[in-house]
């Protein structure tokens, strides 16, 4: 292969990660409340990431430490690994805040982004019955991904060709009172690995995307539905060493071994 169709090729990686953003959309910036989980028998709460001691709690020298707290410098979120899966869908998360995020993030690294028929064995496992309407969405973004790597817009991925997607940073903010439906934002990196061997020159970086969950039937299911989407926050950009970002609800991510 000569330099130009290496280029080009390289081109259409790029592209075709770049258009994997449904379920959700790019983080342009935005101003909301903090929000955090806790991982109470209710589900998540909303709180505050890094809460100020009171004065009568507090000292002045703990009070300053919180606000030069970044993501950076706090505990990472340990995640849940799956305890099961069916048609190659993560399942079996607890009913609260870091079941929610677990779930979010564990969909969107495993999602099968090149192989249109095993997407949509997963999504008809994942996707909430009442947004039926997701599913053929997210498959029309994999006939596009495939299309932008010279791929027919259905068919299985082709042998040596993937996309790795590598979550690093949630904000999880609960969407009702009761916890029980989560807009998880994350921050996320994806690499592509070439048909004809080698690495991505050229990955995407520092991506970011919300998905909606909604814990039903004993799981946590992803869902559009018009009454969560007009819910949605907006957050501030991710950045480890950013005290806003930490003040907004980032979390750095422990993924479970």
Known sequence: MDAHDRKARRARLRLAAAAVVTLGVLAA????????????????????????????SGSPSASAAADRMTPGKARA?????????????????????VGAISAAVSYWEEYAWLDDSLA??????????????????QISEVYRVREGVGLPPSGPAPAGMTFTTVVK???????????????????????ATK?????DDSPLKDETVDVIMKWQNGEWRITQEPQYLKLRTFPVAYDPNSVPARQDGWWRVDHAN
Do not use: H
């Open 77 to 97: 979120l340990p995640l849940l690994a799956p305890k099961k899966s069916q048609n190659g869908a993560p399942l079996g998360f607890p009913d609260n805040g």
């Open 195 to 199: 048909a004809e061997g080698g690495g």
């Open 169 to 191: 940073a949630v904000r999880g903010n609960s969407l009702v009172k009761n916890g029980r439906v989560v807009q998880v934002w994350l921050q996320y990196d994806r690499y």
């Open 120 to 137: 949509r064995k997963q999504l008809e496992v994942l996707v909430s019955p009442d947004s039926p309407q997701t599913i053929d969405k």
């Open 29 to 56: 910036g935005g101003y909301v409340a903090v929000n955090a989980f806790s991982g109470g028998a209710d589900g998540p709460t909303s709180a505050k990431a890094s809460p100020k001691p009171s004065a009568a």
